[in-house]
Structures are given as C-alpha cells and as structure tokens.
C-alpha cells in the first residue's frame, strides 16, 4: 500500500477459509514434518487467541493429536478455566487441569509481589487485590509510568505510582506465572512427544507483550503474523464459542480485572492493529487519522511508541548470544544472531 | 551545584554503564538515542529525588523536564528554586 492510497479499516481483512488452510498446512509441516512430533500441545486461557491456535491445530493434527492445558493460579479469574474448558469442548480436544498455585508459592510468587507492592503501598496486605496500570498514551505527552492499584478487603482503593524496585520487583515476581505455566506445558510435551504451540498474535509478537522463556517460549507461533482484528475473523470461521469471542482481551495476571490495554498497549486492540498496519505499509498517520478517530498527532504518538517498545522487544527476542560461530554438519548457530 | 556534571555521571553510569564509546551530549534526548526507555525513566526519577530532596510529580513527567541532561538539570533547578 502507498502513502497515497485511501487507508481503511478493510486493510486488515483478509479471506478466512484460505488463511486456515494455509495455517493448517504450516502447522502439519512443522509438527510431522521439521520436528517430527505427534501432536501438540498448547496451554488454554479461555481467551481469543488460545482458542483459535487450539482450533487451528485441532484442525490441522486432528483434535486426538491436541491437548489443551488448563492452568489457573490464585490470582486467576474463576470463568478462565470454564471458557478454556468450552473453547476444548467444542473441539472435541482433550484437557489436563493444573493447578499452578502451589508451585508459585514455592517460588516465592505472590510473597516477592507482595513485599514489592508494600514498598509504595505499606497498608498492603495479601487480603487485598491489585493490579498495575499505565496511563493513556493519548492525553498527552507524559512518560507512561506504571502505578499499582490496590483493593482493601472493605473494597476502597488507591493508587500510587512504582518506583523503579517496586515495578521490577512486582513484574519479577509475576513473571514465574508466565514461565511455570510454559514449564508445564513443556512437561506434557515430552510426555507426549507433543510440540508446544504458543499463541502470540502480531501485536503481541511485535511489540514485546510476552515473558521471555514464558509465554515468549514455544515450537511454533501459529497466529504470530496476523493482528488481533484478523485472528477475530479467523474465530468466527472456526465457530470459536460467541462467549469466547465477546470477552475483552484481559491479562489474567493480576487478582484485579486489568485490561491488556491499561497494562501494556494503551489504546484498544483495533485501533493499534490499524495504527501498526498502517506503520508497517508507509502510511502516513495524518492518512491513518480519520480511520481510528484520533488527531495526526495522536497517531504520531503512537507510531513513536511502537517504535520505542520494539527496541525493548529486541531483548526479548533475542537467542542467547554466542562468542562465534559455532559450526556442525549442516546446521550453522552464528554469534550475535 | 555542579548540577550538569553530577546528572551525567548518573546517566554514564547507570544506562552507558560506563563506557567512553558513547560521547553523551548534554542536549541529546534520551529516548530518541535509546539511552534510557520507560524503565530507565523511573530509575532517573528515584535518582533525582533521592539525591536531591525533591519530589517530582505526576504532572511533571514529561520529556520536556526529563529527556536531556540540560533538561534534567534546568528541572532540578526550578523545583529547587520553588
């Protein structure tokens, strides 16, 4: 697309039926063929993107070649595990049920959060709910600076702002729910002899919204390529549950509700997918403007957050490094990559 | 108050980590030269209050007080003239 085309909405739709079955053949080549594994496996959250990675492996291995793990902890939603469960049901893919909580407190999960919160909350307590927040990126030009909103048990609030040990401390912290979870799913694949399918959609792959070696970690990223609005289209063809498909997008991370947006993308999923679209075809944001509802300027805003978070998502994709090239018989590791 | 020199010796420090490749400029932003991301912004913020009593609100969190050593300086010294 060109800086001069007229930019809409409809740049991002795309024919479902062929995308499924082109998906579907990548997932069969990868997992029989280049690994050579007998199926998958691949954690379910009850959100848009597990389930419709799940659907697209049970399409293209066979639903008795996927296994779906539920994985709820403390701090998990109570209809997480029923809407994961549906999406399996209606799969007809088989289910394992884990329990993560007391592997976290074993780590040391919710003490090291919670000792990281009291630092800016000292009243906190674990009888109290929280969640961290960032500003709206499109009030102005503010740093986005994460605060942590805490519930009493008598169900008042605050707010403060983190310092710099307390965010890290309570993102550390939260960061063993991501990999405990990938660590399971890893068990059952060598139970299983199975591939781990990990379920990043573009924003998330693009942006960095992942934890390295957690969610980060997989075989095969199915829906890494397609923006959120297009694994939307791609649910409806693959009669992903309506309950599943009309749930917002949430983190499930924290024991308050916390929306992806307030937590990492700032502005809703269909206005970013327009904006990273319209940033990765050359569109100028004065062109992508009217489409989202925003000023130029306010596109800008975003442009330039794509671009500083991609820097950060750098180290997160990033292989560990090595000292030089290191060479076998066909199969070449270069340093630095 | 050797204001300049003091910010950036924090700065060289903390996000160059000491190395002399880099010739920090004291009117190159941080963000744009990729010195200092948002988490980077708080450890400036700890820094600035703790070294220098002074407490920066919310509404003073933006790049035009934060985004440069100049600018980081010329802040500092406005709230301590408050």
């Known amino acids: 697309m060109g800086a001069t085309s007229t930019f809409s909405r409809a740049a991002l739709h795309l024919d479902a ?21 007998k199926g998958a496996v691949i954690g379910v959250s009850g959100g848009i993107d597990s389930s419709v990675c799940a659907a697209l492996c049970a399409r293209a291995l066979g ?51 919670d000792a990281a919160i009291r630092d800016v909350v000292p009243d906190y307590t674990p009888a109290c709910k929280s969640k961290i927040v960032l500003p709206n990126m499109l009030a102005g030009d503010s740093y986005r600076i994460f605060s942590v909103v ?37 068990h059952y694949a060598d139970r299983l002899q199975a591939a781990v399918v990990g379920t990043p959609n573009r924003l998330e792959y693009d942006q960095g919204f992942f934890v390295k070696l957690g969610d980060g970690a997989a075989d095969l ?25 009309q749930r917002p997008p949430t983190t499930d991370t ?84 | 108050m050797v204001l300049v020199p003091e910010i950036r010796e924090f700065i060289v420090a903390n996000f160059l980590f000491g190395r002399a490749e880099h010739a920090l400029e004291d009117d190159e932003s941080f963000l744009a030269s990729g010195i200092i991301d948002s988490t980077g912004v708080l450890e400036l913020i700890g820094f600035l209050e703790k070294q220098y009593g002074i407490t920066v609100e919310n509404a003073e969190l933006l790049p035009d007080n934060l985004d440069s050593v100049s600018k980081v300086a010329s802040f500092v010294r406005r709230k301590l003239g408050d």
């Open chain 1, 17 to 37: 039926a062929r995308e499924v079955e082109r998906i579907a053949e990548a997932i069969r080549s990868a997992v029989f063929g280049t690994m050579k594994r």
């Open chain 1, 150 to 186: 805490v519930q009493f048990p008598d169900g008042t609030h605050t707010r403060a702002r983190l310092t710099s040990d307390s965010y890290l401390g309570i993102l550390a912290a939260t960061n063993f729910k991501q990999r405990v979870r990938k660590m399971m799913e890893y």
């Open chain 1, 63 to 113: 639903p008795e070649r996927v296994t779906g793990l539920l994985m709820p902890e403390a701090d998990s939603a109570p209809e997480t595990t029923d809407f994961g469960a549906l999406a399996a049901r209606s799969l007809g893919i088989r289910t394992v049920f884990e329990d993560i909580t007391p592997i976290l407190e074993a780590a040391g999960c919710y003490r090291r959060r």
């Open chain 1, 221 to 245: 990223k199915p829906i890494a390529h397609l923006y959120k609005t297009q694994v939307y289209q791609l649910a409806e063809y693959l009669g992903v549950p309506d309950a599943i498909r």
């Open chain 1, 254 to 337: 924290y024991s308050l509700s916390q929306s992806q947006e307030e937590f990492y993308f700032s502005v809703p999923f269909d206005t970013l997918d327009l904006c990273l679209f319209g940033l990765n075809h050359g569109v100028a944001a004065s062109e992508v403007a009217p489409t989202v509802a925003l000023t130029s300027e306010q596109v800008e805003r975003i442009y330039r957050d794509i671009a500083a978070k991609r820097k950060v998502a750098e180290y997160l994709h990033s292989p560990p490094l090595l000292v030089e090239e290191i060479r076998t018989p066909g199969n070449v590791e270069h340093a630095g990559a």
